[in-house]
């Protein structure tokens, strides 16, 4: 249950990181890259896109290989117990006891003989 939850908070942290960083960039050359115009920066337009975008990918190959190790730590066994366990008290229990059932008895109605 623990690695779970652990894998389930990266898998969150991931999805924030991610959504940050595609929201920085722009598809058409502007957002964050653009502001760094100036040549004396210390990381110019060029190596700011090939950072994002790097990031961009290891977060996105983070998030599949976390989102396929999830499948192995979810935890199926606390269901599967409860289910025989409400099956064995199900098995245990006494039978319950039923009146017995009456019919309704018909009255033969008599033909009047002519």
Do not use: H
């Amino acid at each position: 249950m623990g690695a779970y939850i652990f894998i389930s908070v990266l898998i969150l942290i991931i999805c924030v990181l991610i959504t940050l960083i595609i929201l920085v960039q722009n598809p058409k050359g502007g957002g964050l890259v653009s502001s760094f115009s100036s040549s004396n920066q210390f990381m110019g337009v060029r190596k700011t896109s090939d950072f994002l975008e790097k990031a961009t990918w290891t977060l996105a190959i983070a998030l599949l290989v976390l989102s396929l190790s999830s499948i192995f730590v979810i935890p199926r066994e606390t269901n599967a117990n409860k289910a025989d366990t409400e099956l064995k008290e199900f098995k245990n229990l006494a039978p319950i006891e039923q009146p017995p059932q009456t019919f309704p008895v018909q009255k033969e109605t008599q033909s009047p003989e002519k």
